[in-house]
């Protein structure tokens, strides 16, 4: 159980970076928007499930292998 549970802690880690890091390249404008959806969905609301996370997350990774 403890090793499970200390995975899934390093994933959150990861995860918690990767989306910092995603937030960080957001001009003005995005960051509104991402503030408006945050709080008009609430919890329903997953940035690492967007459309937009998803697409920088691959060309990230794609940039990185090639």
Not at 29 to 40: C, G, M, S
Request: aromatic share 14%; net charge negative.
């Amino acid at each position: 159980m403890y090793i499970i549970s200390y995975t899934y802690s390093m994933l959150d880690e990861q995860l918690r970076k990767l989306t910092n890091d995603y937030l960080d390249t957001f001009t003005e404008k995005e960051r509104q928007a991402y503030e408006l959806a945050k709080d008009h969905l609430g919890m329903s609301f997953q940035i690492e499930k967007s459309n937009g996370f998803l697409e920088w997350k691959k060309k990230k990774e794609e940039s990185q292998s090639g």
